[in-house]
């Protein structure tokens, strides 16, 4: 800011000096203590002005090393395709928390706001003042704890606080500020939530006088599976969540608005009644596991590719040991390629049988992920260059590496994939 102040101000110079002769007041440029304020004042707030306008505009170097593409019309798309399918009393809550599964909760968030978003969902009091900081307007419900040393911060920055249970309730009732809160219910998850049997005690949490209660929630554990099996536990966990609504109604207790649904909810139990519901991994484009059933298929576009360079290109001899552990030792004379990116940057460490693309090729990853690097085999590819872009997830050409399989090479599911996606990676809109 201070490079764009020092070519500012000989412009301001000019501007004041013109100002004072259209006004007929050459005082505002005899006096040298008025003159300099005047021009210090003015550089400095047409220089801020300067850099928040421009403060979304990308870089030019952020192609450098390794980076992450997030297509934000993809984005729209997913997030009109789900909404369509919601009921018109049904607000969309869209679940920004992790940093948006890793692709940027404040762009995406932003992209959404003007999309007519108004509810979002985060895990934690930092996550919900990152995104007021960044002017994200409407509603922002905190999922988690948060310490009782922060509570003064919910309301300075207009935000709802999950109660997690009474006793936690009582807590934010004695911090005697009004907290906006949502209860959450445990109907059958066992991880947060007042059981859904204690009745007088959930009663009490509404008519406890310092909170504002808004909103009364729960979450399906298994709605990501159509087993017979899954499919009665999560009937028996919507029929808690609205045995419980039903009998606070029934005490002459107004039912603040409720929502149970989240991405797998909308798609597997559509006929359920909420104010809201909570989506997260379908905004991203994708499903959680290749295993996981839905009655409501959905056109979801993936937002995010992970791209990367290559460093160096050597020839090993065969038998030869590769990387760290010497965990691979190729049977034949082979060529590899060291790529600018590993698991600091989120790649599964325990990829097995995967390959990254490279020029539309596949090119099988070898020996062990390394926290900055990692091997590729190039042997039956040619013309390839030290710098070449290189695809770990995404679009090449042709061919996709997507996210469901990527996760399913390291054994985990698709939310900790692009939620393991270090902030060293740089971030591209497109």
Same mark, same amino acid.
């Given at each position: 800011?201070?490079?764009?102040?020092?070519? %500012?101000? =000989?412009?301001?110079?000019?501007?004041?000096?013109?100002?004072?002769?259209?006004?007929?007041?050459?005082?505002?440029?005899?006096?040298?203590?008025?003159?300099?304020?005047?021009?210090? %004042?003015?550089?400095?707030?047409?220089?801020?002005?300067?850099?928040?306008?421009?403060?979304?505009?990308?870089?030019?170097?952020?192609? $450098?090393?390794?980076? /992450?593409?997030?297509?934000?019309?993809?984005?729209?798309?997913?997030?009109?395709?789900?909404?369509?399918?919601?009921?018109?009393?049904?607000?969309?809550?869209?679940?920004?928390? +992790?940093? /948006?599964?890793?692709?940027?909760?404040?762009?995406? +968030?932003?992209?959404? !706001?003007?999309?007519?978003?108004?509810?979002?969902?985060?895990?934690?009091?930092?996550?919900?003042?990152?995104?007021?900081?960044?002017?994200?307007?409407?509603?922002?419900?905190?999922?988690?704890?948060?310490?009782?040393?922060?509570?003064?911060?919910?309301?300075?920055?207009?935000?709802? !606080?999950?109660?997690?249970?009474?006793?936690?309730?009582?807590? #934010?009732?004695?911090?005697?500020?009004?907290?906006?809160?949502?209860?959450?219910?445990?109907?059958?998850?066992?991880?947060?939530?007042?059981?859904?049997?204690?009745?007088?005690?959930?009663?009490?949490?509404?008519?406890?006088?310092?909170?504002?209660?808004?909103?009364?929630?729960?979450?399906?554990?298994?709605?990501? $599976?159509?087993?017979?099996?899954?499919?009665?536990?999560?009937?028996? *966990?919507?029929?808690?969540?609205?045995?419980?609504? !039903?009998?606070?109604?029934?005490?002459?207790?107004?039912? =603040?608005?409720?929502?149970?649904?989240?991405?797998?909810? &909308?798609?597997?139990?559509?006929?359920?009644?909420?104010?809201?519901?909570?989506?997260?991994?379908?905004?991203?484009?994708?499903?959680? *596991?290749?295993?996981?059933?839905?009655?409501?298929?959905?056109? #979801?576009?993936?937002?995010?590719?992970?791209?990367?360079?290559?460093?160096?290109?050597?020839?090993?001899? +065969?038998?030869?040991?590769?990387?760290?552990?010497?965990?691979?030792?190729?049977?034949?004379?082979?060529?590899? /390629?060291?790529?600018?990116?590993?698991?600091?940057?989120?790649?599964?460490?325990?990829?097995?049988?995967?390959? &990254? #693309?490279?020029?539309?090729?596949?090119?099988?990853?070898?020996?062990?992920?390394?926290?900055?690097?990692?091997? @590729?085999? %190039?042997?039956?590819?040619?013309? &390839?260059?030290?710098?070449?872009?290189?695809?770990?997830?995404? @679009?090449?050409?042709?061919?996709?590496?997507?996210?469901? !399989?990527?996760?399913?090479?390291?054994? %985990?599911?698709?939310?900790?994939?692009?939620?393991?996606?270090?902030?060293?990676?740089?971030?591209?809109?497109?």
């Amino acid at each position: 800011m201070s490079l764009i102040i020092y070519l %500012i101000h =000989p412009l301001v110079i000019v501007l004041i000096r013109a100002f004072a002769k259209i006004i007929n007041n050459e005082y505002l440029v005899d006096n040298n203590l008025v003159f300099f304020v005047l021009v210090t %004042i003015l550089s400095i707030f047409i220089s801020y002005i300067f850099c928040k306008i421009t403060e979304d505009k990308q870089p030019q170097n952020l192609k $450098s090393r390794a980076w /992450a593409e997030i297509n934000l019309k993809n984005l729209q798309h997913n997030y009109q395709e789900i909404k369509n399918i919601l009921p018109n009393s049904c607000e969309f809550m869209a679940v920004v928390k +992790a940093n /948006a599964y890793g692709h940027g909760s404040i762009k995406v +968030a932003k992209t959404l !706001q003007k999309l007519g978003c108004n509810s979002y969902a985060v895990a934690s009091i930092n996550e919900a003042i990152e995104l007021r900081k960044a002017r994200i307007k409407g509603d922002i419900l905190i999922l988690g704890y948060t310490s009782i040393n922060d509570l003064y911060k919910l309301n300075k920055y207009n935000l709802i !606080q999950t109660a997690v249970d009474y006793n936690y309730a009582k807590q #934010l009732n004695s911090f005697n500020n009004n907290i906006r809160t949502h209860l959450k219910l445990d109907t059958g998850m066992h991880r947060l939530g007042e059981d859904y049997k204690h009745i007088k005690t959930i009663e009490n949490m509404l008519k406890l006088p310092n909170i504002i209660v808004e909103g009364i929630y729960t979450h399906l554990c298994v709605a990501d $599976s159509l087993s017979v099996y899954n499919i009665k536990y999560s009937e028996f *966990q919507i029929e808690n969540f609205y045995q419980v609504l !039903q009998k606070l109604k029934s005490l002459g207790l107004k039912i =603040p608005k409720h929502h149970i649904q989240s991405s797998y909810g &909308v798609v597997n139990y559509p006929e359920l009644k909420c104010d809201y519901a909570r989506v997260g991994i379908f905004l991203y484009g994708s499903k959680s *596991q290749v295993k996981d059933e839905v009655k409501i298929e959905l056109n #979801l576009k993936p937002l995010l590719s992970v791209k990367a360079r290559i460093s160096a290109i050597k020839k090993i001899p +065969a038998h030869q040991p590769i990387g760290y552990g010497r965990k691979h030792i190729p049977i034949k004379d082979s060529t590899i /390629a060291t790529l600018t990116i590993g698991y600091a940057d989120g790649i599964p460490r325990n990829l097995n049988n995967a390959y &990254v #693309l490279v020029k539309d090729q596949k090119a099988p990853i070898i020996g062990l992920i390394c926290m900055d690097q990692m091997t @590729v085999d %190039i042997s039956n590819i040619n013309n &390839v260059n030290q710098g070449d872009i290189v695809t770990i997830l995404g @679009v090449d050409i042709n061919k996709e590496i997507s996210a469901l !399989q990527l996760a399913t090479s390291a054994n %985990i599911i698709t939310n900790e994939l692009y939620s393991r996606l270090g902030e060293r990676l740089n971030r591209i809109y497109v």
